[in-house]
């Protein structure tokens, strides 16, 4: 049995986090942004729309991860090079990591911005 191995550059373990990394600095910024809002009173308006904006600066700098680590995937296997496990388990975390942005930053669109 001849199996072909190929070695992994360890910057590719990146892969594993990047979604997650991001996920979270969004997490941290808008509910870190919500409350700086509350604190100072800010308008509704000017406080949701600011919230609104980096959701969808993460959510879309997620998306792209996603469709570059799909890309990137796809790009070997259509060059009959053996694809790593890691990329298919990054591309799997980043797109759980973009579906876990946008089932915990959705409140952002329809609940009260200070209780």
């Known amino acids: 049995m001849n199996r072909t191995t190929t070695s992994v550059p360890p910057h590719r ?6 979604g997650f990394v991001i996920w979270s600095i969004a997490f941290v910024v808008l509910y ?9 009173g800010w308008p509704e308006l000017l ?3 600011i919230l609104l904006f980096l959701f969808a ?8 991860l996603t469709f570059w ?7 070997m296997a259509a060059a009959n090079e053996p694809v790593p496990m890691i ?3 990054g591309y799997g975390l980043t797109v759980a990591a973009l579906a876990s942005t946008l089932f915990v930053l959705a409140p952002t669109f329809f609940i009260t911005m200070c209780v």
Do not use: D, P, T
């Not at 870190?32 to 100072?40: D, V």
């Not at 600066?57 to 792209?64: C, D, G, P, V």
């Not at 680590?69 to 790009?75: L, Q």
């Open 57 to 64: 600066m993460h959510s879309a700098a997620l998306i792209w």
């Open 47 to 49: 406080q949701r729309g």
């Open 69 to 75: 680590c799909r890309k990137r995937w796809k790009r």
């Open 87 to 89: 990329e298919y388990v």
């Open 32 to 40: 870190g942004l919500n409350a700086i809002g509350c604190a100072f």
């Open 13 to 18: 373990l990146l892969l594993l986090v990047a």
